[in-house]
């Protein structure tokens, strides 16, 4: 399996409340993982690649609210 490639947003700042995600991995897995930035070792959240392309494309219309 191709490791998967964590990045974190350029709109994150440093105050430490970040995720990363491997978007790597969305066309040959079908998976986004996710992670929190300030714990890599830990646990990783899989999501299936439309779920996540809806999750942001849903916060980009502002559909959703944090």
């Known amino acids: 399996m191709t490791e998967p490639q ?5 709109y ?3 105050g430490g409340d970040c ?6 991995l969305a ?3 079908d998976i986004v993982p996710v ?3 300030k714990n ?10 439309g779920s996540f392309a809806f999750f942001i494309a849903s ?5 959703l609210s944090v």
């Open 59 to 63: 916060m980009k219309a502002e559909e």
């Open 6 to 10: 964590f990045f974190k947003s350029s």
């Open 40 to 49: 890599p070792s830990g646990p990783v959240l899989n999501f299936p690649a």
């Open 19 to 24: 995720i990363e995600i491997a978007a790597n």
């Open 27 to 29: 066309v040959s897995h």
């Open 12 to 14: 994150s700042s440093n």
């Open 35 to 37: 992670r929190d930035s």
